[in-house]
C-alpha cells in the first residue's frame, strides 16, 4: 500500500506561481512513476505531469513550459511548480503514484483557484 498526502493548494492571482508537494509513505519501493492530475468542475480527470524513479518527466500540453515537476527521494515528496497561472488552472489537482504493478494510488486532492 501506498499513501499519498498532497498540500500547496490555494487561491492565486493570474501570472501567480504555486508548489504542490506529494508525501508518500508506505511501500514506496515498489513506485515506478508518480504525478500529477487535475480535475476542474465538470470535466474529467487529466494528466498534468508526470515523473519517473529515473526523474524522466513529461507534461502536459497546457502546463508545459510553465510547470515543473521534481522529486526529492530522500523525502520521498513530489513537487509541482506552477508559473504563470491562469484561470483554467483552476482545479483539484490530485497526487497520483503507480506501483510496478500497475496499481494506481491516488491523494485526497488539493484545490488551486486562480482568480483575481
Known amino acids: 500500500q501506498v499513501q499519498l498526502v498532497e498540500s500547496g493548494g490555494g487561491l492565486v492571482q493570474p501570472g501567480g506561481s504555486l508548489r504542490l508537494s506529494c508525501a508518500a509513505s508506505g511501500s514506496i519501493f515498489n513506485i515506478a512513476v508518480m504525478g500529477w492530475y487535475r480535475q476542474a468542475t465538470g470535466k474529467q480527470r487529466e494528466p498534468v505531469a508526470t515523473i519517473t524513479r529515473f526523474a524522466i518527466t513529461n507534461y502536459a500540453d497546457s502546463v508545459k513550459g510553465r510547470s515543473t515537476i521534481s522529486r526529492d527521494n530522500t523525502k520521498n515528496t513530489v513537487y509541482l511548480q506552477m508559473n504563470s497561472l491562469k484561470p483554467e488552472d483552476t482545479a483539484v489537482y490530485y497526487c497520483?503514484?503507480?506501483?510496478?504493478?500497475?496499481?494506481?494510488?491516488w491523494g485526497q486532492g488539493t484545490q488551486v483557484t486562480v482568480s483575481s
Open positions: 497520483h503514484a503507480r506501483s510496478y504493478s500497475n496499481i494506481d494510488y
